[in-house]
């Protein structure tokens, strides 16, 4: 194959596409160089159009079936469940994660770094009684559902219900709280999140 085919994230997807078989090198260098992203940043935030696509049109088929009444209660299971999961995997990979409202912190970032790239996060607090994370930015779910035309039926901000699945995967004892605002022209969301421990059934405010 030429070199002009070849790029960086070629070669870093070598240990994956290595038993793809193209018939001829001028067929293999014309399909890379046309649908290869160039960069793993255009690979990332292609995956993650694809991600929102596939949540989006399961709730329109839904929709079509059943009725728009039912795809709100389906969205917050689904994201319920992503927060369950992606706790324990985060759990999985750092064993000493704490179980406090820092623990939010971590699964959330590292929801965005292998899930959710649009999204441009600030820890604004940080401690074991209080935590507050602020996320904004281009948000995918907000803009397949306004393609769609069926945002009206969903409730935001979307990932509440995940952060709560992150609470109960956890056992954290903790109340939380969120400040949402959103601009369906540009399709961006801007969310403070605000974790902060329950003591006596109240929350503590430090």
């Excluded at 750092?94 to 959710?116: C, Q």
């Excluded at 790239?117 to 507050?132: A, G, L, Q, R, V």
Aim: aromatic content about 12%; overall charge negative.
């Amino acid at each position: 194959m030429k070199k002009s085919a070849i790029t960086s994230l070629f070669l870093e997807l070598e240990p994956i596409r290595k038993n793809d078989n193209y018939c001829s090198e001028e067929l293999k260098e014309e399909l890379i160089t046309m649908f290869l992203p160039k960069t793993t940043c255009a690979l990332t935030l292609d995956l993650s159009n694809v991600t929102s696509a596939f949540y989006g049109l399961s709730l329109k088929c839904t929709a079509d079936l059943f009725g728009v009444e039912v795809i709100d209660k389906i969205s917050k299971d689904v994201f319920y469940n992503l927060g369950v999961a992606k706790a324990n995997q985060c759990y999985e990979k750092f064993k000493l994660l704490p179980k406090d409202t820092r623990a939010f912190a971590y699964v959330i970032v590292s929801a965005i770094y292998n899930a959710s790239p649009e999204y441009n996060f600030s820890i604004h607090k940080f401690s074991e009684k209080h935590t507050i994370v602020e996320l904004e930015g281009v948000d995918r779910y907000l803009r397949i559902l306004n393609q769609l035309n069926i945002s009206e039926y969903v409730t935001f901000p979307t990932l509440l219900p995940f952060m709560e699945g992150v609470k109960d995967f956890l056992k954290i004892d903790c109340k939380i709280e969120c400040d949402f605002n959103s601009d369906s022209d540009s399709n961006k969301t801007k969310c403070t999140y605000n974790f902060k421990k329950v003591d006596n059934e109240r929350a503590i405010i430090e």
